[in-house]
């Protein structure tokens, strides 16, 4: 079967003759014909976060993927590209500064299976940036933190342990949660099936919580519409 | 000003000895071939050792350390184990402060009283703490997670060439530098050597990432340091036939079986890992395939308890565990040699350069590694690596002065490979894998190992005497791969000699012309290069 890879300004085809994955099919390349070609990799087993590429338009680990005849691999979106496959990760990573998502105040609590499942998926992360490559606001917006940023950030808001989640809330407004257009491209791409809508949603309602506004929303300048809600008289 | 620590590789121990560190008022980097997080240590699943009791009441620190000499089979420092287990529940404690998000149970009394355990082989009791099977992974990224809050300075895509050692004494180190192509000079008052072990020598046998060769080891061995036990390498009874990927051992521990073609159970499951490694190694020996049987577990409890092995099942070998036989092999999983440290993680033979980790040597698993220990190792020892590098760096009072001889050498060994006559470095890789699995592997003897001597010397004269066909400077990723090569036939002559030396049966050593173990031989091989 045929593989076409993005290299610089350049598609250059490659015939592999084996149903492997693509990071097998790339030293393959590698090996036998081309030893330029430039990719990252590590694991092989999607944990390490290295060597997400997109195929025919989407994100994937090469890894963890099965070439099919046809196929057009090219780098991520929204990251710099330092030769072929290989991309510059710091910028994106360095979005996890600027969310400081950490746990920024230590709440000695003792947990249980619940409190382990509100933060299961979350903690999946492997930073491969596939979300990010993913994000159209990226397109739009650069400083966006992106999805992977907002989903670590909702996994120390949801951690009971954190004492300050509100530290991390005031850090992800600007460019942040309210940015986000909820579209899921970055949940549908997840190698590891985290769901950074979902994340963002939940950023938003705790947001809200702290008093925070959608700043699309308030711009708008609605006015408080009137229920005629009576809170005595009960249900 | 002068860095006081600089910490090479950025795996769960150079991570945390950064916090650590740094939390003593270091001036501290973390150097990295790669990004941060992508270590060796996010593949470690099954759990990290702490005799906390949770699930079973009567495991304490003193069976836990007596598990670890027994598995060590005589060839550990005990006072180092010992030191190890006792610091365990305030390692826990730590992490558990830091945010792991560990796996629990219900109803608990205490904060790291919740956290879940099960049993791993070879331990007496439930005492690996779990995040289901991301462990390692978990641990790693809540790491990372805390040194951005601490303001840990990393440097990433800067690959080891060598320590800097004038006197005996180490003054910083020489790096690759990937993204701009060139050579660079690290200066540092102490080094922390956290580059991870080296059994992904045995390349397309082993579980390890591409990459996994002992870069900081081998650099030690150039340095004039001594290593030490470099023959124990541990084999990991079940990986996936055909692409080596790892299946967990929990996938035994929860209750899967070890079955031959004939449908036999053989061996038992939860002995240690190079009892068990072997007796699939004799069956596939005798042209009996064989698999791992999880069938019986259900698929609920499968997806709960192994979700990862349930998807690389069905990638890598296109089998679904809830119905079908997982067919696996042993390979190369761990390398319990390593850098020879003292009491202080100081290396032998280098002063002010220090080890911890995968890439040490620091007497505790000795002949085996129990799971759920190397977890411990890495994060349990972090504080006093810290300590005793920092302590050090303050007893160098005047600046550091490096002669300009170090960097030219090292722009010379780099021409030299960008200009000599190219090889194909994959097929030398994966010839050297081969041979090393098939000759310095699960059983071994002395023809053979010698053959395998003069092989891998050969290939080592090969490659120093041609190059490479890609010629750019910047990213570079075929000169990485020459480089890890090169290390990796660096360290090879030193693990088929040591397996020479070792003329006996012990832990994952395995002699098949002497097969038992031998009380002369209670003691380490130590290998160093003597400048000609």
């Known amino acids: ?235 | 000003m002068d860095l006081d620590v600089l910490i090479i590789g950025s795996g769960g121990a150079g991570i945390s000895t950064a916090l650590k560190a740094k939390e003593l008022g270091a001036k501290v980097a973390v150097v990295t071939k790669h990004y941060p997080t992508n270590a060796q240590t996010s593949m470690a699943q099954g759990g990290i050792n702490v005799a906390l009791g949770n699930i079973d009441k009567d495991d304490s620190v003193e069976a836990h350390i007596k598990d670890t000499i027994i598995s060590a089979k005589g060839l550990c420092d005990d006072g180092m184990v010992k030191r190890m287990c006792s610091n365990a529940t305030s390692t826990i404690e730590w992490l558990e402060s830091l945010g792991v998000p560990f796996s629990r149970i219900d109803e608990a009394n205490s904060a790291i009283g919740s956290i879940a355990q099960r049993k791993l082989g070879g331990a007496s009791h439930k005492r690996a703490c779990y995040a289901q099977d991301y462990t390692g992974l978990k641990l790693l990224h809540t790491l990372y997670d805390s040194a951005n809050r601490a303001g840990v300075e990393f440097i990433s895509e800067y690959y080891l060439l060598d320590i800097i050692v004038e006197s005996g004494v180490a003054k910083g180190a020489l790096f690759w530098d990937i993204a701009n192509g060139q050579v660079r000079v690290i200066e540092s008052k102490s080094i922390i050597l956290a580059t991870g072990g080296y059994a992904g020598i045995y390349d397309g046998y082993t579980t390890n990432a591409y990459g996994v060769v002992g870069d900081g080891i081998a650099s030690v061995l150039r340095a004039g340091g001594v290593i030490s036990d470099m023959e124990f390498i541990q084999f990991h009874p079940t990986a996936l036939k055909g692409s080596s990927i790892l299946v967990s051992e929990s996938a035994r521990g929860e209750g899967g079986y070890l079955v031959n073609a004939n449908g036999d159970r053989f061996v038992d499951e939860l002995a240690p890992r190079d009892e068990v490694a072997r007796a699939i190694f004799d069956e596939i020996q005798k042209g009996v395939d064989v698999y791992l049987d999880v069938r019986h577990l259900g698929e609920e409890k499968l997806y709960e308890l192994l979700p990862q092995e349930m998807e690389l099942c069905k990638l890598h070998e296109g089998i679904d565990p809830a119905k079908e036989l997982i067919p696996i092999k042993p390979v190369a999983h761990y390398s319990m040699g390593g850098v020879d440290v003292d009491d202080k993680f100081m290396v032998n033979g280098i002063k002010g350069c220090f080890a911890i980790g995968e890439c040490s040597n620091a007497k505790i698993h000795g002949a085996n590694r129990l799971g759920g220990n190397s977890l411990l190792e890495i994060v349990a020892f972090a504080n006093d690596v810290a300590q005793s590098s920092y302590e050090y760096a303050k007893s160098i009072d005047s600046d550091i002065e490096i002669g300009i001889s170090h960097e030219i050498k090292a722009n010379r060994f780099i021409d030299k490979i960008l200009e000599q006559q190219s090889c194909n470095i994959y097929k030398k890789r994966a010839d050297l894998g081969r041979l090393m699995y098939e000759s310095v592997g699960i059983i071994r003897d002395g023809d053979s190992l010698s053959d395998a001597l003069d092989r891998v010397m050969l290939l080592q004269v090969e490659l120093s005497n041609s190059g490479i066909s890609d010629k750019a400077l910047k990213h570079n990723q075929n000169l990485v791969e020459y480089l890890e090569l090169y290390n990796a036939l660096a360290l090879a002559p030193a693990i088929i000699s040591s397996a020479l030396a070792r003329e006996e049966s012990r832990g994952a050593h395995y002699r098949k012309d002497y097969p038992s173990m031998s009380d002369d031989y209670t003691k380490h091989t130590n290998i160093s290069w003597r400048a000609e």
């Open chain 1, 1 to 235: 079967m045929k593989i076409s890879i993005k290299r610089d300004k350049k598609v250059v085809e490659f015939s592999i003759d084996r149903a492997v994955t693509l990071l097998q099919a790339l030293y393959e390349i590698k090996e036998e014909s081309d030893a330029s070609l430039t990719f990252a990799s590590g694991c092989k087993s999607a944990v390490c976060g290295a060597c997400a590429v997109r195929v025919n338009g989407k994100e994937v680990l090469a890894c963890s993927y099965k070439i099919v005849d046809g196929d057009f691999i090219e780098p991520l979106n929204y990251h710099r590209v330092l030769r072929d496959l290989k991309v510059d990760k710091s910028e994106p990573k360095d979005k996890l500064l600027i969310s400081n998502s950490y746990l920024h105040n230590y709440n000695q609590v003792t947990l249980n299976s619940k409190d382990e499942k509100l933060v299961e998926r979350q903690s999946d992360c492997i930073l491969c940036d596939s979300c990010y490559s993913a994000c159209p606001v990226l397109a739009i917006n650069p400083d966006f933190l992106g999805p992977f940023a907002l989903s670590r950030a909702y996994r120390y808001v949801a951690d009971k342990r954190e004492g300050d989640d509100k530290s991390i809330i005031d850090d992800i407004q600007s460019n942040g949660i309210w940015d986000c257009t909820l579209c899921g491209e970055c949940s549908a791409v997840c190698p590891k099936g985290i769901d950074p809508k979902m994340d963002i949603t939940m950023l938003r309602s705790k947001s809200a919580q702290y008093g925070y506004i959608d700043p699309n929303f308030s711009t708008q300048n609605f006015s408080m519409p009137s229920f005629g809600f009576d809170p005595n008289s009960g249900f």
